[in-house]
C-alpha cells in the first residue's frame, strides 16, 4: 500500500508570509503526527491529529497550527515566517494515537526561509 | 519537560565492529520506540520495547529495556555500510507524544 505522501517537498518562504503543509496518510491511519527537524534541535513534536481532533501538542508557538480533515488528511500552518522556522517538517501516520502505535514517516517537507 | 537523552552523538567504526547507542531518562521511561533515518531520508521504525528488563533481536541488532525503565540501548554486531544512518529513540511519554532522542549519527568506513 501507499505510504505517506507530503506536498510540496521543497519550499522557500520569505520572513513573515505563511505557509501551509499538507500531509496524506497511509489508508486506514487515523492518526497524524507532525515533528520539525533541525540539526540543532533534532526531532520535536509539533502536534497530533485524530479523528479531527487534535489529540496532543508540543512546546511551539501559536503561529503553528494544524488541522485533520475527514479523510485523515492533514495541513500544518505557519504563521508570519521566522529565519528559525527553516527546517525539515515531517510528518508521520500510524493506527492509533501516537504512543502505542509505530509511526509511518513521509518524506518531509523542506521549508527554507529567507 | 522530560528529556531523553542519547549518547554518544556520533560514532565512526570500521566494517565489522560492533556498535552500541544509549537512552537515557531522569524520569522513569514509558514504552521507547526505536528508529533509524538513513543520510536524506525519514526515519524508520525498528522495534518498540515495553517491559523492564526487555530484550528483542532483530538479525545484528540487539534491543534493551533496562530493569528500572530509566535506559534502553542499540547494539549492532558486525556492523555493515548499510548500517550507516543515525538512530533515534523515542519515549512515548505515556501513550502521549513521542519524545525523540537527539540521535546517534552512524557512520561505518569499509
Known amino acids: 500500500k501507499a505510504g505517506v505522501t507530503q506536498t510540496p517537498r521543497y519550499l522557500i518562504k520569505t520572513r513573515g508570509q505563511q505557509v501551509t503543509l499538507s500531509c496524506s496518510p497511509i489508508?486506514?491511519?487515523?492518526?497524524v503526527s507532525w515533528y520539525q527537524q533541525t540539526p540543532g534541535q533534532g526531532l520535536q513534536f509539533l502536534f497530533e491529529?485524530?479523528?479531527?481532533?487534535?489529540?496532543n501538542k508540543g512546546n511551539f508557538p501559536g503561529r503553528f497550527s494544524g488541522r485533520q480533515f475527514s479523510n485523515s488528511r492533514s495541513e500544518m500552518n505557519v504563521s508570519t515566517l521566522e529565519l528559525g522556522d527553516s527546517a525539515l517538517y515531517l510528518c508521520?501516520?500510524?493506527?492509533?494515537?501516537?504512543?502505542?502505535?509505530?509511526?509511518?514517516f513521509g518524506p518531509g517537507t523542506r521549508l527554507t526561509v529567507t | 519537560g522530560q528529556q531523553v537523552m542519547q549518547i554518544p552523538q556520533y560514532q565512526h567504526v570500521q566494517e565489522g565492529e560492533d556498535f552500541t547507542t544509549y537512552c537515557n531518562s531522569s524520569?522513569?521511561?514509558?514504552?521507547i520506540q526505536w528508529y533509524k533515518q538513513r543520510p536524506g531520508g525519514h526515519p524508520v521504525f525498528l522495534i518498540q520495547?515495553?517491559?523492564?528488563?526487555e530484550v528483542k533481536k532483530q538479525k545484528r541488532l540487539t534491543f534493551q529495556f533496562g530493569e528500572a525503565k530509566k535506559n534502553s540501548s542499540l547494539h549492532i554486531t558486525a556492523t555493515q555500510t548499510t548500517d550507516v544512518g543515525t538512530y533515534f529513540c523515542?519515549?512515548?511519554?505515556?501513550?502521549?507524544?513521542?519524545?525523540f532522542g537527539s540521535g546517534t549519527r552512524l557512520q561505518v568506513q569499509p
Open positions: 520495547l515495553v517491559k523492564s528488563g
Open positions: 523515542a519515549d512515548d511519554t505515556g501513550r502521549r507524544a513521542l519524545t
Open positions: 489508508s486506514g491511519h487515523r492518526s
Open positions: 524520569t522513569t521511561l514509558s514504552n
Open positions: 508521520a501516520s500510524s493506527l492509533g494515537l501516537a504512543g502505542g502505535f509505530e509511526q509511518y
Open positions: 491529529y485524530f479523528s479531527e481532533t487534535q489529540r
